[in-house]
């Protein structure tokens, strides 16, 4: 469950401003594998994954998926996040290369 961090910000501020009192889960509500997320970053990269999966066993204890419950979120609060996960990955792609060009001046080198 990844949630862009401008969506989180976003998220505490709608909390900060209702009524809720409580636990409340700030997530997309979306479960996304960790392979499909290194895929999306290396199509957004255009370079391909040189991931081996598997190569180590997953702990025991480890949930196959895990993903937050968002409903007093969404119904109560009235939050949605403003990224899915393509553009918000594409953003904060497009930031890093900017910090790494800002800091070193050559960002193919790096990213």
Do not use: C
């Amino acid at each position: 469950d990844f949630l862009h961090v401008q969506d989180v910000a976003d998220a505490f501020v709608a909390l900060l401003r209702s009524d809720v009192s409580g636990a409340v889960n700030i997530a997309s509500g979306r479960a996304v594998s960790i392979k499909e997320m290194v895929g999306r970053i290396a199509e957004v990269v255009g370079r391909p994954a040189t991931i081996e999966w598997g190569a180590l066993p997953a702990p025991e204890d480890d949930p196959p998926v895990l993903v937050a419950d968002v409903k007093r979120l969404t119904d109560t609060v009235g939050w949605r996040p403003r990224y899915d996960l393509d553009s918000g990955l594409k953003q904060t792609i497009e930031w890093w290369r900017n910090e790494i060009d800002n800091r070193h001046g050559d960002r193919d080198a790096h990213l």
